[in-house]
């Protein structure tokens, strides 16, 4: 779990199990994160992915 002071107010997220989470502020640390699909033609929401996570919490 990431300092909150770090979080990055620009991107949202309430992935808690992902290592760059800023824990118990729904915020992520890093100041960019690539997101991706793993669909061949995205049609929502669920079919968008950050590409960024990584298991941390
Ligand atoms: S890297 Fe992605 S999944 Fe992880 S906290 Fe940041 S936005 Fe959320």
Redesign the pocket.
């Known amino acids: 779990m990431q300092h909150s002071e770090h979080m990055n107010r620009c991107?949202g997220?309430t992935?808690q199990q992902?290592a760059?989470?800023a824990g118990k502020d729904n915020f992520?640390?890093?100041d960019k994160?690539s997101i991706g699909t793993h669909e061949k033609d995205p049609t929502e929401p669920q079919c968008v992915d950050?590409e960024?996570?990584?298991l941390g919490n």
Do not use: A, M, Y
Request: with cysteine; proline share 0%.
């Open positions: 991107i997220c992935v992902c760059h989470h992520c640390t890093l994160v950050c960024s996570f990584r």
